[in-house]
């Protein structure tokens, strides 16, 4: 009887389990089935031709297409922010039903006794028409209603602001109809006075890469780097506010006689324009487009970038010299001498390499020299002085500068003096093969003039980053020791944990960025190297040491530790803040997964 009552006991589980399976596996259906969400329309963003916006209050927008482009025709007619035309219908055309609410008796408890309309017509002369209410209590959502419906739904919010815009939002307030790039011509006048600037024409030359001219108000080569910044802030000007649509009295605005005016022409001979008039109370300047009287609100400082003079725009690089192909650079001034050569980088994306020649085995800065000889071929002067005197009047009988440049075939020698002036000290210069003396500015004497601790490579750590394979640092006798192999990261002591790969990186980036602030020669025992409280050792990815820098005392009056390299002779003092925060931040962060806070 036993076995009987066992096995009968057993079929029953079994059935027990099929039944709760089918139960489970049916609730699972209808649960997806109540998480499914549907689409409340079904048609797509390029059916539409147009839709209009109705507010309770009884404003309302509409816009057509019109050639693949969108307009307002009401209640003006002007061109539509193409973006948010898209935004408003793409929202409708994908919108998805969050809850159903079924039928709903009081509609002005949901918002949708008075809600916001919008109406799509398709190609096919249909319409979607959809009525937004309030939002949820919880606010991440809104109440909605199609036409003659009365079943209520809920969407999510992003979707119903999506495409809850104004007439503001949905207007072009970019009141340039073409870009820097496709701009030919453009002429300021201010004052009684212009300014005009046109691209030069030659064949198979791409817009980025043309030459410009001067053409007022005298002839003359324009600077294309100052052009095309003056281009793209003129093209890219924005409406902060629309003022009055149909302006009769300009004059209230300061456009009856514009204080500026600017006038631009496209590559196809479109032409277009801007006035600017008086201050507007709110912020900002009243201006104007060419041909429409609507007044808009404009930023204010469109007027420092089209008010600049015509010297800003004439070449006045005094060099005449090629940075591409200079080899070597002789710097001497009564303080420093040095010579360095430059490598070419044999691959496109790579940096060219310089070397020190003098002072021997100073490492140079490839980064601080491509800088210098870019400021070289830039050098601009303030005046020519075409008849001087003397260079002793100028101080170029002993210069303060002097820059011999090894180009391909030739050399080049740039003086630079400053004198005395009455007010200020002014700055001089000549150049080899030119007769002139050039007035320049104090920051293009700096420029040319840096000094050789700006030129040299002053990093302890001669390694790049993706090469580092290990950082151990010892602070005050306690060991952190942080690996990375095969794009993962770990701290291996004080703990092992994993640690997130871009927090390696920037762990890195702070290490290797360590550079001298100053060289010192103190006596060994004044600098507490003999007993560091600090070093920080890092191998390459193959486990192979590449330095150590050991840090000692701190100089307060200064504001630096001393520290030294294992791979050289010379103490030199670190900034303090490295070592009071940089490190202690640095290793709080790889710790932080520790302490559960990362």
Known sequence: MWPRIVATAILLALLGGVYRYMESGERSKEAAKENKKSKLFEFAPGDVTAFTIKRPDGSSVSLNKSANDWKISDPIKAPADQGVASQVISAGASLLIEKELGDISNPDEFGLKTPVEITFVLESAQTKILKIGAKTPNGSGYYIMVAEGKVAYT??????????????????????????????????????????????????????????????????????????????????????????????????????????????????????????????????????????????????????????????????????????????????????????????????????????????????????????????ERAKYSKIITAPGAPSTYGLDKPSLTLTITLEGTERTIKAASKAASHAERYYATVTGRPEIFEIEKATFESLARPLSELEDRRLFMIRSEEVGRIVVNRHGQRFEAVSEKGEAMLTSPDKTVIPIEKWRRFVWKIIDLRCATLRQGPQGATGLEKPSLAISVYNASGVLTDEVAVGAYDAAHDVYYAKSSKKSVVCAVDAHFVKDDIVNSLESLLAPMNGDG
């Open 155 to 376: 969407i999510d919010g992003r979707s119903a602001e999506n495409m809850l815009k104004t007439l503001s939002d949905l207007r072009n307030k970019k009141l340039m109809p073409f870009d820097t790039l496709a701009t030919v011509f453009c002429e300021i006048e201010r004052g009684g006075s212009a300014l005009a600037v046109e691209r030069v024409k030659e064949d198979k030359v791409k817009p980025e890469d043309a030459r410009w001219k001067i053409v007022k108000p005298e002839p003359a080569e324009a600077d294309k780097g100052e052009v095309l910044k003056l281009l793209s802030r003129v093209t890219e000007v924005k409406a902060e506010g629309f003022v009055e649509e149909d302006a009769v009295d300009l004059a209230r605005y300061g456009l009856g006689k514009p204080e500026i005016t600017v006038s631009l022409v496209s590559d196809e001979g479109k032409k277009a324009g801007l006035m600017i008039g008086a201050e507007a109370p709110e912020g900002g300047r009243f201006a104007k487009i060419h041909g429409v009287n609507a007044v808009i609100r404009i930023p204010a400082d469109i007027v420092s970038a089209v008010s600049e003079s015509t010297g800003k725009f004439k070449i006045t690089a005094f060099t005449g010299i090629d940075r591409s192909k200079i080899k070597r650079i002789r710097g001497d001034t009564a303080q420093w001498h040095y010579t360095a050569e430059r490598k070419k980088a044999e691959k496109k994306d790579d940096d060219d390499e310089w070397k020190f020649i003098e002072p021997s085995g100073m490492v140079a800065d490839s980064l601080s020299f491509a800088a210098l000889i870019y400021e070289i």
